[in-house]
């Protein structure tokens, strides 16, 4: 596995921290890492499993995402209830156990401040907004199209759409 040590050049004028240090102007280093065929391998496999599970577990079911817009069902937030949960108790885990990645390196989760909020409501209501109209968010995208619904790669086309437009507009938006 090699790594290289590459320079960040255009960092958000507004950006305060990063990564805990204070940030000052000029550039961040970032380590990029080469990812050997093993890992690839690994991840790739591991991907395929968590798209069987999120088909057989119905969470990408355009239905089963309607049901829970309209209040209709419990089956989604019992989901993303227990996905939450699990979460918690991993990163506390992780944090309090001093757990390390596959490869040896520390696992820092950094803070984040919450300020107004205002941004994360935003946020969430089109990334909510999207998800109600389309009956998929972006990461069932890629499992229901292996799961062969070949229309869904329209909304894969909209979902770089939308990324594209993020880059282009991320410097006017509050983060």
Known sequence: MSSATSELTQVPPDCEEIGGTPYSGGSVKVELRTLSAADASI????GILFGVVLI???VVSWFRIQEMFRFQAFHMYGVIGSAVVVGMISLQLIKRLGLRTIHGETI????????????YVAGGLIFG?????????????????GAGVSVIVVSFVAALAGAWTY?????????
Do not use: D, M, N
């Open 129 to 145: 907004i999207g998800w109600g109209l389309l009956g998929a968010c972006p990461g069932p995208i890629y499992a229901l199209f």
């Open 167 to 175: 880059g282009l507009t991320k410097r006017f938006l509050p983060h």
């Open 43 to 46: 991840y790739l496999v591991l």
């Open 108 to 119: 820092e989760v950094a803070s984040k401040p919450l300020g107004r909020g205002v941004s």
């Open 56 to 58: 057989k577990s119905e």
